[in-house]
């Protein structure tokens, strides 16, 4: 009997599972993806520089402008009215891009060659406007986070050709 409540003691006095290793966490979630949608062709701005003044963007709101300045249509794309398609990718601290960026999706009543034609575009747009010239601010905030931009092309003033 006394060997029982030995025990019993013994094992009263053990730490807890799931205290013996600290809190119990939430698994960590992958990081939320910034998204930004622009009209494309933009107007007015030179390449990954969103600011008349040369200044480096320094909001995101400037950011997914300045990105989609380089975007340029592509000659067998003018003929459709309406296309859409997404880019996502990542930015390091000093504007340049992580890896390789992925085409999410992209809609337009194009054939193969037409859709081809539109990845070349995006992509090439994401390869002209990087390094962008952000501030060290807006780079830290960032760096390393999902971009998502979608580049909407609506044709000539909106009515396609």
Not at 35 to 47: C, D, F
Not at 90 to 99: A, F, K
Request: proline residues 10%.
């Amino acid at each position: 009997m006394r060997r029982l409540a030995a025990i019993i003691v013994m094992v009263a006095a053990l730490p807890a599972p799931s205290l013996a290793f600290g809190p119990i966490q939430p698994p960590l979630s992958l990081p939320e993806t910034l998204r930004g949608t622009v009209q494309v062709p933009v107007q007015g701005m030179a390449g990954g520089e969103r600011r008349s003044d040369g200044q480096p963007v320094d909001t995101l709101r400037d950011l997914f402008p300045a990105l989609a300045a380089c975007w340029q249509a592509p000659e067998g794309l003018a003929k459709f009215e309406h296309t859409e398609i997404t880019v996502r990718f990542s930015l390091r601290r000093d504007g340049s891009v992580i890896g390789t960026p992925r085409i999410t999706f992209s809609q337009t009543p194009a054939d193969a060659r037409g859709k081809a034609l539109l990845t070349e575009a995006s992509l090439s747009a994401i390869r002209r406007c990087t390094p962008a010239r952000i501030t060290p601010a807006l780079g830290g905030a960032i760096a390393g986070r999902p971009l998502a931009l979608r580049f909407v092309y609506e044709g000539p003033k909106g009515r396609g050709v």
